[in-house]
């Protein structure tokens, strides 16, 4: 079972938009960056959003991540076929002394 | 350019050890910290551990203290990530990554080592 709470799956049309959600504690998300990945099956994950919001050189503005109080959000706008695939949000526990996972949440664009 | 080069597949018995490989280049190798996930069959991602190759000052997960060994050889800037005794659980995909500047996200990833252990 994951320290980090995410749901198993989400699903929208094409266009529209969709969030993921990332619940966590007071010794996780609460007072630490939150960061989200994508993977594509057989492949290895890719950055998406790192310190909570931020994007890496290259994935586009229709990605965008929030925090707020022990939750962190993944928002995907302008929702693409392509863009079917696991995400998972992470970030460090200060009790665990270690770096945590959600158990990922697979997109399905319809 | 960053890369992170990883070992090729293996294929174990119960019991046998194992060392696999990953071999940075395209930066500063011992500057940055450089770790390893695990993904088993179906499932999500595992941190297991971090090195620090400059001084090779080494944190793991509790989940994976004592079940793996981590650890570098600058001189030829690879990692190991290292088992004494494989079991069945063990099977799973398993990668390197570096953390960025920032924190202890990945933000580049070697390419993965499926590893399977079977009797």
């Known amino acids: 079972q994951s320290v980090l709470t995410q749901p198993p799956s989400v699903s929208a049309a094409p266009g529209q938009k969709v969030t993921i959600s990332c619940s966590g504690s007071?010794?996780?998300?609460?007072?630490?960056?939150v960061f989200w990945y994508q993977q594509f099956p057989g492949t290895a994950p890719k950055l998406l959003i790192y310190?909570?919001?931020k994007r890496p050189s290259g994935i586009p503005d229709r990605f965008s991540g929030s925090k707020s109080g022990t939750s962190a959000t993944l928002d995907i706008t302008g929702l693409q076929t392509g863009d079917e695939a696991d995400y998972y949000c992470?970030?460090?526990?200060?009790?665990?002394?270690?770096?945590?996972f959600g158990a990922g949440t697979k997109l399905t664009v319809l | 350019e960053v890369q992170l080069v990883q070992s090729g597949a293996e294929v174990k018995k119960p019991g046998e050890s194992l060392k696999i490989s990953c071999k940075g280049s395209?930066?500063?190798?011992?500057?940055?910290?450089i770790g390893w996930v695990r993904q088993m069959p179906g499932k999500g991602l595992e941190w297991m551990g971090i090195?620090?190759?400059?001084?090779?000052?080494?944190r793991y997960s509790p989940s994976f203290e004592g079940q793996v060994t981590i650890s570098a050889d600058k001189s030829i800037t690879t990692a190991y990530l290292q088992w004494s005794s494989l079991k069945a659980s063990d099977t799973a995909m398993y990668y390197c990554?570096?953390?960025?500047?920032?924190?202890?996200?990945?933000?580049?990833w070697g390419q993965g080592t499926l590893v399977t252990v079977s009797s």
């Open positions: 992470g970030t460090w526990d200060t009790s665990l002394s270690a770096v945590i």
């Open positions: 090195i620090y190759p400059g001084d090779s000052d080494t």
């Open positions: 990554g570096r953390p960025g500047a920032t924190g202890w996200y990945f933000d580049y």
């Open positions: 395209g930066y500063s190798f011992t500057r940055f910290w």
């Open positions: 310190d909570n919001n």
């Open positions: 007071s010794s996780n998300i609460g007072n630490n960056y």
